[in-house]
């Protein structure tokens, strides 16, 4: 295809390094360096010192490969690509919550703007929140921020008390324990798997609830053939091309989320070309919004 050569000759001669969510277009995900989910496209911007980087995905995610390597020119090729869950929790909202619950400690999923990461304590993925959570001082309230469903099911897995922010993901709020017994039907044999942005009452009736990467590493290692996916339909590419002796179902193929899908191979052309748009940070929420992501990293 005549765009992807024009692609791959810009983005060799900017040296650029191209970033792709796992929920992406199939045809965007197959012309990137990487492909991944939040956490591990986070370490990898942390490592690679490229000095362009072009991020598909939505906003906070490339807002955070800016945060952890500020010296790159970040392009995201589609600023419509937003994230709605991320624009639910507000600095001034926390700033208000932090007043009337002095003591408290605020964990945000990554699912944030930079400027609300500047006012929270540490930072988590749907990788690794369990873990962080569990790292956390006992004897002080803790809250959970933006998603409720994120930090309900990690509540009950810990066993632990946890503040919840009125937040969710609307894609992955689609998903009812309905669509589970019914796919279970029609594939008996299949593993479920889904996204612990579902429902607590989906996640129960779950084999297991995984981030994407974590997922994708289940499905590769696992000896079982057949999977029911529940989680943003983008993955079934990578999970359908890397293992193609399985089968893989989606849970709901409605499960689309629009601002995944809105950078194109034209969007990456014409940032690459123009080099434009841009991520920009000023210095002050480039330093603050960077802290809670530090400590989520050395976790
Ligand atoms: S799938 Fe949900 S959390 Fe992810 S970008 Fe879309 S709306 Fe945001």
């Known amino acids: 295809m005549k765009i992807v050569e024009e692609i791959l000759e810009l983005k060799a001669r900017r040296n650029a390094l191209l970033l792709a969510h796992n929920y992406t277009r199939p045809e965007v995900q197959d012309i990137a360096d990487f492909v991944g989910d939040s956490l591990e496209l986070s370490r990898k911007a942390a490592e690679c010192h490229a000095p362009v980087i072009v991020f598909c995905g939505v906003r906070f995610m490339a807002e955070t490969a800016k945060l952890l390597s500020p010296t790159s020119i970040v392009l995201h090729p589609n600023p419509k690509a937003g994230c709605p869950m991320a624009e639910m929790a507000s600095p001034e909202e ?11 400690q605020v964990v945000a999923y990554v699912n944030t703007t930079a400027a609300t990461k500047t006012e929270v304590d540490i930072c988590c993925t749907s990788g690794n929140a369990e873990k962080l959570v569990a790292s956390l001082p006992q004897n002080r309230p803790l809250l959970f921020l933006p998603d409720a469903n994120l930090g309900a099911n990690i509540a009950g897995k810990l066993g632990r008390k946890i503040e919840l922010w009125p937040g969710c993901c609307p894609t992955h709020n689609k ?30 009736l779950a084999d297991h609830a995984l981030s994407t990467g974590g997922m994708l590493r289940f499905v590769h290692d696992s000896p079982q053939k057949e999977f029911i996916i529940g989680t943003e339909c983008g993955i079934l590419h990578r999970m ?14 409605a499960v689309v989320c629009p601002n995944m899908k809105r950078i194109t191979l034209e969007d990456v052309l014409n940032s690459l070309r123009d080099m434009r748009p841009t991520v920009e940070l000023d210095d002050e929420v480039l330093r603050r919004a960077r802290a809670p992501i530090d400590k989520m990293l050395e976790v």
């Open 175 to 204: 998903i009812l324990p309905e669509h589970i017994k019914e796919a279970r039907m029609r594939h008996p044999n299949a593993v479920v798997l889904v996204h612990p942005e579902c429902l607590p009452a989906v996640v129960a």
């Open 94 to 104: 926390i700033r208000a919550y932090r007043a009337s619950h002095p003591g408290t």
């Open 240 to 253: 359908r091309k890397e293992n193609p002796e399985k089968a893989f179902h989606p849970l709901d193929p």
